[in-house]
């Protein structure tokens, strides 16, 4: 296993669009494992491939307390959302410190292969239905910042480059 390096907003590559993953093979799987490796070595709750700047269609996920319920979606697609929606509080391991409110679906059902390739339903509500709805915007090249005001995204567009120039020290 190996750790991958995040990438951080506001990155362009952050921005491509996924591609559909053909089969879940050896590579997949390695990747899969680093991944899960990495989110957790940053304490994150959910990490897509587009932020490790491989631009294909996987997620990791694990909202548990004891972080031991990863969950690996591969090729996602939404089948249904709640008519209800929300405002929550989103923070990202692209966007270190920020953190702002976003308007998701309350629930949402999600097909998508597993880690051995088994297409499965999952039905989210809360937290695990908002980082769903945060992974799967990474991989249409979308991070929630770009969601905030002009204002507010030059605000923290500014910040980043100015900790990542300090960082480079
Ligand atoms: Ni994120």
């Known amino acids: 296993m190996a750790l991958l390096s995040i990438l951080r907003y506001p990155d362009p590559c952050l921005n491509k669009i996924a591609k559909p993953i053909a089969s879940v093979d050896a590579r997949i799987v390695q990747l899969v494992a680093d991944m899960l490796e990495t989110m957790y070595e940053a304490k994150g709750i959910g990490l897509a491939a587009t932020q490790v700047d491989v631009h294909e269609r996987l997620i990791v996920i694990d909202v548990s307390e004891e972080r031991d319920q990863p969950l690996v979606l591969i090729n996602p697609q939404l089948v249904w959302t709640s008519p209800a929606t929300h405002i ?70 500014k910040k980043m480059l100015k900790v990542q120039r300090e960082d480079a020290l």
């Open 88 to 157: 929550n509080e989103e923070g990202c391991l692209s966007v270190p410190g920020i953190y702002d409110g976003v308007e998701r679906f309350d629930a949402v059902h999600v097909q998508a292969q597993d880690a051995r390739g088994v297409l499965r339903t999952i039905e989210a509500d809360e937290l695990l239905a908002v980082c769903i709805q945060h992974e799967m915007d990474h991989l249409m090249g979308k991070v929630f910042v770009e969601y905030l005001s002009p204002l507010k995204r030059n605000r923290i567009k």
